[in-house]
């Protein structure tokens, strides 16, 4: 279902622009499940989604003694809930209003007997309309999402790579369905002024407690906004003095004043000789502009990407 000779897939987004939206808010659905049930963890890494070789997972959730996950399959398109003690429920993904695609998996969790209540109101996006009352959102372009997912394969393997190369406090590389992108984040050791928050739809309390300590993160998303096409960013928080005005690689990458990050179209990186040198430069120029503006120690915090099967000297 993929193209071996184009791994990384072409993915503009208007070509699936109201597909992405929709799938936006299945994710955070679904994420908000992972959040009711979850025992908080430092930066809301307990809410996150993560990349699998055929889509997304909430990866395990307690439940009263037992334990279940939930998966977007997006080679098959079906959302699948598996608990411990052997229920399986799935819900399929195609075209049909997130209301109705909401009342669809939680009758699937009260079969299985969890019971669980979530903010039915999106988070992050402009207007959000409550789950249950959204009977928009309708589209579903299998084909588009598994494009998507394609992507996601690919930048979560180059970002799982870059990870290795830090000694410091790292994220994992996560799908955070908010602000539906995938991430991974270094911090520098140090805590930081407490952020403005001011993110649609998101407490300023999770914003502030997200952005406690000093940090340089990068990662993918699907475009919005003013970046209307897929793109992978890098960003410092706070951001430190003449980090903007620093020169990163390659030369298709720019510093962008509105959102305060340095961006890397998709397409750069899908078209390039070597995908993978490509996005590994961008993340570790725009990360070294983050630690030298923001005098990280980086003796300390840094070390030489990761060779499987052989330990750290």
Not at 50 to 59: D, F, H, K, S
Not at 143 to 149: E, I, L
Not at 167 to 193: C, E, M, N, Q
Request: aromatic share 12%; proline share 9%; charged share 20%.
């Amino acid at each position: 279902m993929t193209d071996a000779a184009n791994p990384w897939p072409p993915l503009p987004l208007a070509d699936w622009r109201e597909t992405c939206a929709g799938l936006q808010l299945r994710t955070q659905i679904v994420g908000k499940i992972r959040l009711a049930l979850t025992p908080w963890l430092n930066h809301s890494w307990h809410v996150t989604l993560y990349v699998t070789p055929q889509g997304l997972t909430t990866g395990t959730i307690p439940y009263e003694g037992r334990s279940f996950h939930i998966d977007f399959d997006f080679l098959v398109q079906r959302l699948m809930i598996e608990a411990s003690d052997g229920g399986q429920r799935s819900v399929p993904l195609e075209p049909q209003s997130i209301a109705d695609f909401y009342a669809a998996v939680f009758a699937a969790l009260g079969e299985l007997k969890i019971r669980v209540r979530i903010n039915a109101k999106p988070n992050e996006v402009a207007d959000p309309i409550p789950f249950p009352e959204d009977r928009g959102h309708a589209t579903y372009d299998a084909d588009a999402v598994r494009r998507f997912h394609q992507a996601l394969v690919q930048a979560n393997r180059v970002l799982q790579k870059f990870r290795t190369g830090f000694l410091g406090k790292a994220s994992p590389v996560h799908f955070f369905w908010g602000s539906f992108d995938l991430a991974v984040t270094r911090f520098s050791g140090r805590t930081a002024p407490p952020h403005p928050g001011g993110v649609p739809a998101l407490p300023d309390t999770v914003a502030r407690e997200a952005y406690s300590h000093e940090v340089s993160s990068a990662g993918f998303w699907p475009g919005s906004g003013s970046i209307d096409y897929p793109a992978f960013y890098s960003y410092a928080y706070p951001e430190p003095p003449g980090f903007s005005l620093t020169g990163v690689q390659p030369s298709q990458a720019f510093y962008d004043s509105m959102l305060h990050e340095f961006i890397l179209p998709y397409d750069a990186v899908r078209t390039a000789s070597s995908p993978d040198d490509t996005l590994l430069a961008f993340l570790q120029s725009t990360y070294e502009a983050a630690a030298n503006c923001g005098d990280w120690d980086r003796a300390a915090l840094e070390c030489a990407l990761g060779t499987p099967g052989v330990p750290r000297r």
